[in-house]
């Protein structure tokens, strides 16, 4: 059972799967209000999660341009780097077979 701590409106301000002291409560899994505050939380971290994908995928781009114009060699990266932008070209070259991805993904910045 998780425990929580709440503010002084009554709200969850704080969850936790361990005992939180003398004014901390247990609380169900499935109550209404735990759910709601977790998925509040999630919300930011989606956000993030989304910025990330974004990031990554420009910087992906970038690399690209860079080896495109000669600028650096993908032997010029570290081999764990090669590893992940070959795996990723390669999934995205599938799903570019597949028309699984929109315009937008296909071209460089």
Do not use: Y
């Not at 004014?23 to 930011?44: C, K, Q």
């Not at 994908?53 to 090669?82: F, G, H, W, Y």
């Not at 599938?94 to 296909?106: M, P, R």
């Amino acid at each position: 059972m998780p425990f929580i701590k709440r503010d002084s409106a009554g709200q969850i301000a704080v969850a936790s799967n361990e005992s939180l002291g003398d004014d901390g409560e247990e609380i169900s899994v499935d109550a209404p209000e735990l759910r709601t505050f977790l998925s509040n939380l999630g919300g930011e971290n989606n956000i993030f999660e989304s910025s990330d994908m974004k990031m990554i995928r420009a910087i992906e781009d970038v690399i690209d341009l860079l080896i495109s114009k000669n600028v650096i060699c993908i032997t010029d990266l570290p081999a764990a780097v090669q590893s992940k932008l070959m795996e990723r070209r390669s999934l995205r070259h599938s799903l570019n077979a597949l028309n699984l991805i929109g315009e937008d993904e296909q071209g460089l910045i």
